[in-house]
């Protein structure tokens, strides 16, 4: 027991010193960095200084500079990469365009040379009106 009709085993915090101050704030004390009560340091302020953070070994200033140059390298691939993908999507959305306008004039029956005079018309009269 730990003074507070709780089992410390129940807890499963066996072999913890205990606060004397409840049970609920015995956890808060034990997993925060020190007991508010009696400044008793907790499990979290012990975890922090027995296991610091591992670091690897530092690059040297012409390693990072390096790695710098080979990431720029393969960002511009990649650019150049989604540029050209983008131009052949542009291509392929003028080729369907160009299909639709094809079918339609097939379906009119007209020669192209008339269906540009159409449009052309059809132009001058929206410039006109637009004035």
Not at 37 to 42: A, D, F, I, L, V
Not at 66 to 86: G, Q, V
Request: aromatic content about 6%; some cysteine; hydrophobic content about 35%.
């Amino acid at each position: 027991m730990n003074g507070t009709g709780f089992p410390i085993a129940a807890a499963g915090l066996a072999g913890i010193a205990w606060c004397r101050h409840g049970f609920y704030v015995q956890l808060v004390c034990i997993f925060s960095r020190s007991c508010p009560y009696n400044g008793r340091k907790g499990l979290g302020a012990i975890r922090r200084k027995e296991n610091p953070m591992a670091r690897g070994q530092r690059k040297s200033i012409d390693e990072k500079i390096a790695a710098k140059k080979e990431l720029i390298e393969a960002l511009t691939t990649r650019m150049e990469s989604e540029k050209r993908e983008l131009e052949e999507l542009y291509q392929e959305k003028r080729k369907k365009e160009l299909e639709v306008v094809s079918d339609i004039i097939t379906e009119s029956g007209l020669e192209p040379e008339e269906v540009a005079e159409v449009l052309q018309q059809y132009l001058e009269r929206r410039g006109e009106a637009a004035s």
